[in-house]
Antibody, heavy 120, light 108 residues
Framework: QVQLEESGGGVVQPGRSLGLSCTAS????????MHWVRQAPGKGLEWVAV????????YYADSLRGRFTISRDNSKNTLYLQVNSLRAEDTAVYYC?????????????WGQGTLVTVAS | EIVLTQSPGTLSLSPGERATLSCRAS???????LAWYQHKPGQAPRLLIY???SRATGIPDRFSGSGSGTDFTLTISRQEPEDFAVYYC?????????FGPGTKVDIK
């Protein structure tokens, strides 16, 4: 049974940085691509980034490229998202999701999300 | 970037009624790589359909997807109480992957 658990959310001041983690279990983490998707309060889903199964390829939403960094540690079954220079509009629930394949596909399993609130 | 537009924004239905949700792309979706997700408040999104028309594992057959190119449809043949939620389409045919704004299906 696939399990994805996000952590690292909380209240952060504008301009600061934050690192999110997603711990995976129930599948061979190193064989699958992974995504981050976020949902701002009262808004829809927004795709953030994808990383291939081995971490060699990454892609970001156009509007987020530069401040967001996706990475993974297959030895720890963990996906990461580093967000720099946080803005109020980054306030959202951040979900990690498992790709159906090695990456660049749809996501077939999702975590419950972690809430990031950017406020002074 | 492919922009997805969903209509209607909100659909009010009674249990047992048929739901027809539309997703239109600003350009053709490569290989019809279009997915539909169901999302309820406080829960993880749930994959319903991939490849425009293939049902994901465990999804009831009252959910069906159709379409190609730029026009796609999600149909719920008979709305069950647990089907009231927000539905998103997403294209994964070209990066950046993008979601539509969602259609909320609520109880009439």
């Amino acid at each position: 049974q696939v399990q994805l658990e996000e952590s690292g959310g909380g209240v952060v001041q504008p301009g600061r940085s934050l690192g999110l983690s997603c711990t995976a279990s129930g599948f061979t983490f190193s064989s699958y691509g992974m995504h981050w998707v976020r949902q701002a309060p009262g808004k829809g889903l927004e795709w953030v980034a994808v990383i291939s199964y081995d971490g060699s390829n990454k892609y970001y939403a156009d509007s987020l490229r530069g401040r967001f960094t996706i990475s993974r540690d297959n030895s720890k079954n963990t996906l990461y998202l580093q967000v720099n220079s946080l803005r109020a509009e980054d306030t959202a629930v951040y979900y990690c999701a498992k790709d159906v394949g090695v990456g660049w596909n749809y996501a077939d399993d999702w975590g419950q999300g972690t809430l990031v609130t950017v406020a002074s | 970037e492919i922009v997805l537009t969903q209509s209607p924004g909100t659909l009010s239905l009674s249990p047992g009624e048929r739901a027809t949700l539309s997703c239109r792309a600003s350009q053709s979706v490569s290989s019809n790589f279009l997915a539909w997700y169901q999302h309820k408040p406080g829960q993880a999104p749930r994959l319903l359909i991939y490849g425009a028309s293939s049902r994901a594992t465990g999804i009831p057959d009252r959910f069906s997807g159709s379409g190609s190119g730029t026009d796609f449809t999600l149909t719920i043949s008979r709305q069950e109480p647990e089907d009231f939620a927000v539905y998103y389409c997403q294209q994964y045919g070209s990066t950046p992957f993008t979601f539509g704004p969602g259609t909320k299906v609520d109880i009439k």
